[in-house]
């Protein structure tokens, strides 16, 4: 670590950013009982959906199910009835699993430990984070949105930093940076300044407890567009169909021998299904190609019989015919959910 940035990092570790939050924290259920439970179930809440909207149904959701062994014994069908209104549903199903797993493999507690929580169902880097620096005081810093930006305008940084490159110096930053007396408070404060006051238009800098270290401030004009945004791409939706029938046999076809991946095996791309096909479940993943990005939209469904005119045969010759990565990746994934083949 250089001089400069241990310097930074001292100015960025002040009383000053906690002194603010102190004085400047929204009082949240979640913070003012940060059960490991609680401020797990808040933060798969809270992903892609504004505070405002979770704050009058979190209660009432915490009291149908206070603790994952409540929650994997309603099911999930309860779950999701519990959970309407608030969106992007494959969080619930997501929460429900995590209380499953909790609950076979962990006692029904949540682990302390950020490494250990990114190995449940749909937890991340920054959820792991927030649990365990919140709830059980772990030094782990975070990064999303608000503290990406807070983080990239104190260092001055100016290249774009959704990559990973910038991925890498953004969570290094936040872990090298984190007070280690106050983790889960220092990283709430950093949420709560990026929302508050370092705000991605018309920032109010002469509020900030960092302004006086703030690299930025050396470079006012250019602060509103720091951190600078990749380049937009252009977005290629497709859709793929996984049909399995009795035997657990799946149809797929082989490509043209021209165009994109040419002479290679794949899904079905079209197809109605019939009265009798019986939908197991669905996915989506995004694959970033040379010059777009691919969003692959996938359902799985059990039919009577596989359409004519198709190859089909168990998974594993599917798989070792070497169909594209991205639609490979989109099979596991619908395995995953479906419970097939």
Request: glycine fraction near 8%; aromatic fraction near 8%.
């Amino acid at each position: 670590m250089s001089a400069s940035t241990q310097e930074l990092q001292q100015d960025f570790k002040s009383d000053a950013l906690l002194a603010w939050y102190d004085d400047h924290r929204r009082r949240l259920p979640w913070r003012e009982e940060p059960s490991p439970w609680r401020v797990l179930v808040s933060e798969l809440m809270l992903q892609q959906t504004q505070v405002r909207t979770v704050l009058p149904r979190y209660e009432t959701f915490m009291e149908l199910f206070p603790s994952p062994a409540a929650m994997a014994e309603a099911g999930e069908e309860a779950v999701l009835g519990a959970w309407a209104g608030l969106g992007y549903y494959r969080r619930a199903r997501a929460l429900f699993a995590i209380s499953q797993r909790l609950v076979q493999d962990f006692s029904g507690e949540v682990p302390g430990d950020a490494k250990t929580l990114e190995q449940l169902p749909g937890v991340g880097a920054y959820t792991a984070g927030a649990v365990a620096s919140i709830a059980f005081g772990q030094v782990v810093g975070l990064v999303d949105g608000n503290v990406e930006r807070v983080l990239a305008r104190f260092m001055g940084e100016g290249s774009p930093l959704r990559n990973a490159a910038g991925q890498r110096l953004l969570w290094n930053w936040a872990n090298n940076f984190v007070d280690d007396k106050r983790p889960g408070d220092h990283n709430q404060a950093l949420m709560e300044l990026g929302a508050r006051v370092c705000r991605p238009v018309s920032p109010r800098c002469g509020e900030c407890p960092l302004h006086g270290g703030c690299q930025g401030d050396e470079k006012w004009s250019e602060i509103p567009n720091l951190p600078k945004r990749p380049e937009v791409v252009p977005v290629v939706e497709e859709n793929r169909y996984l049909l399995v029938d009795g035997s657990d046999h799946v149809a797929w076809r082989r490509r043209p021998e021209t165009g994109l991946y040419s002479k290679m095996v794949d899904l079905p791309e079209e197809w109605t299904p019939g009265v009798d096909a019986i939908l197991l479940g669905e996915a989506l993943i995004e694959r970033r190609l040379s010059h777009r990005l691919l969003r692959l939209k996938g359902r799985a469904f059990r039919v009577q019989s596989l359409p004519s005119g198709w190859e089909s045969g168990p998974v594993d010759d599917f798989l070792h015919a070497g169909p594209p990565k991205a639609v490979a990746l989109l099979f596991e994934e619908l395995r995953t959910h479906s419970e097939v083949c």
